[in-house]
């Protein structure tokens, strides 16, 4: 899938992708596989998900706490995931650092290594012949170079005495020794395999998933006031990923360039009329969408999320659009001499019909997406904003134009 990004390598990680025959049976399945395989595999990080298309891989909630000390850093996440395995609505919690891993320590007797003339170097390249191997050569095979490496057999390095059974050459000595005589002792510590850095600062992610049937809103304005209680060391700071900051990013993407947009289209119309009360009344009916757009959402049960904002603003166009088309005929039926309270009336009935039936076009035309997961925010915001935007406009405008322009309907005889 082009469109997902999958987990950093990981020899303890695996994922299954099940294809149902009824997409209807998702819901259901999440929250029966996500209970049965926690109780069947307790001792594994199980989340089951309904895959989405889009921006994927990463956790939906993720608390990033940044210092110098990865001791300290280690323990600041410990004390997070103890606050999410205490949250029911939590499940899938981790680190991004992983657990940590048993490394041997060897403590060695300085003097006798000053004594036979060796040093750390030599020591390390002894070691590494024994466990991973050193190369000594290259064979030539036709075109292909094949590296010559001399390393100790499978049954020596796996041994729990492999470090003390090495043998280090000394040329003082003239032979090689082994090294349980230059070892003090070794000890086993436990280290973290790997720190990942952000601008080159060592941070570690505490992460976590909502459970199935949950919002990542719903659960991260659960677990956010917890984790920002935490007192944080002088020089450490906390600060949130996942869904919150990749929407906050779009958000303000969105900020930065929509009021270019919406100004490129205010002057665009004041230029179109030449005058400054046609643009109010067609500006005044743009709030008209909101109606729609919020009906729509709560019976789809849809986020307002990026799409249904960008969306939205595709909306506001269409709807600028229609209103173009009422406003300018009634001007043209005033500037003919008709009189003006009737010309408002007369020009909507007119254009009721063209401006309905574009409106109906693009109704029909989003509405397979609405079987779309990624398009559905949008096909809902676009489709119910239009419909009752475009039954409000038709009523809503002749009333604006006839207050904006002070139009009194004309005394009968």
């Keep these: ?45 199980v989340k089951v998900w309904k895959f989405m298309l889009g921006r994927g891989g990463g956790k939906k909630i993720e608390a990033a706490f940044t210092g110098p000390d990865p001791a300290e850093l280690r323990r600041l996440s410990e004390e997070a995931k103890a606050l999410m395995l205490a949250t029911p609505s939590l499940i899938a919690i981790q680190d991004d650092w992983r657990q940590q891993v048993p490394v041997a320590e060897p403590s060695w007797r300085q003097e006798q290594l000053q004594r036979l003339a060796l040093t750390a170097l ?42 003390q059974n090495t043998e280090v050459f000394s040329s003082v000595a003239g032979r090689t020794l082994p090294l349980s005589q230059l070892l003090d002792s070794v000890n086993v510590v436990w280290q973290d395999a790997m720190i990942r850095r952000i601008d080159r600062v060592s941070t570690i992610k505490v992460q976590a998933d909502p459970a199935p049937g949950l919002s990542t809103n719903q659960v991260f304005a659960e677990i956010r006031p917890q984790i920002e209680a935490m007192p944080l060391p002088p020089g450490y700071s906390l600060k949130w990923y996942g869904e919150y ?44 969408a909101m109606i729609g757009v919020v009906i729509g959402l709560i019976v789809f049960r849809t986020p307002f999320e990026f799409m249904a904002i960008l969306g939205f603003l595709s909306l506001i166009g269409m709807m600028v659009k229609n209103a173009i088309v009422l406003v300018d005929e009634a001007g043209n039926r005033i500037n003919e001499g008709q009189e003006s309270f009737q ?71």
């Design 245 to 288: 900051d990749a929407s906050k990013e779009a958000n303000a993407g969105l900020m930065v360039s929509a009021p270019f947009g919406f100004a490129a289209m205010i002057l665009a119309v004041v230029f179109m009329f030449n005058a400054f009360r046609e643009p109010l009344v067609i500006w005044m009916t743009a709030p008209l």
């Design 343 to 413: 010309a408002v009336i007369d020009a909507c009935l007119s254009r009721a019909r063209p401006v309905v039936l574009g409106a109906l076009t693009t109704i029909l035309g989003v509405a397979p997406l609405l079987v779309d997961p990624f398009f559905k925010s949008m096909a809902v915001t676009v489709m119910f904003g239009l419909m009752f935007a475009t039954a409000l406009t038709l009523v809503v405008l002749p009333l604006f134009y006839v207050m904006i322009f002070r139009i009194h309907k004309a005394a009968t005889t």
């Design 1 to 45: 899938m082009l469109t997902y990004s999958p987990e950093p390598r990981n020899p303890a990680f695996a994922q299954l992708l099940v294809s149902v025959d009824d997409q209807s049976r998702i819901a259901g399945l999440v929250e029966q596989l996500q209970t049965e395989l926690s109780d069947l595999l307790p001792d594994t990080s």
């Design 122 to 163: 030599d020591v390390n390249a002894a070691l590494a012949q024994t466990l991973t191997g050193r190369q000594v050569g290259i064979y030539r095979e036709g075109d292909d170079l094949i590296p010559l490496i001399v390393r100790a057999p499978i049954s020596e390095r796996d041994q729990h005495q492999a470090i």
